[in-house]
Nanobody, 123 residues
Framework: QVQLEESGGGVVQAGDSLRLSCVER????????MGWYRQVPGQAREFVAG????????RYLDSVQGRFTISKIDNENMVILQMNDLKVEDTGVYYC????????????????WGQGTQVTVSS
């Protein structure tokens, strides 16, 4: 029943910033784990960032650590992925995900997936 609505993808230059947003609709409080994955055609989906709705701290893919920040806007059931200093290798389809726990998000267990939003970074 949970549905995820993403926005914010686009085409940017390397070094630029981009802000992705995701709204969780339908019993969102039952699935407090939220996060982001990305995928390049021909490759497996890759965990990017994750956090628990009521938790503290977040986990990140090593290659985005220090550049990406995941955050929540509680009164809007929204999760933000702020991406700074984008690199060409950050290009991919980014998916908002929701799970029962932050650990489920981290390990891709029974997740609900958004439709994906394309992020393209050019040099």
């Amino acid at each position: 029943q949970v549905q995820l609505e993403e926005s914010g993808g686009g085409v940017v230059q390397a070094g630029d910033s981009l802000r992705l947003s995701c709204v969780e609709r339908g019993r969102s409080l039952d699935r407090p784990g939220m996060g982001w994955y990305r995928q390049v055609p021909g490759q497996a989906r890759e965990f990017v960032a994750g956090v628990a709705w009521h938790g503290h701290g977040a986990r990140y893919l090593d290659s985005v650590q220090g550049r990406f920040t995941i955050s929540k806007i509680d009164n809007e059931n929204m999760v933000i992925l702020q991406m700074n200093d984008l690199k060409v290798e950050d290009t991919g389809v980014y998916y908002c995900v929701a799970g029962a726990t932050a650990a489920d998000v981290r390990f891709n267990r029974s997740l609900t997936w958004g439709q994906g939003t394309q992020v393209t970074v050019s040099s």
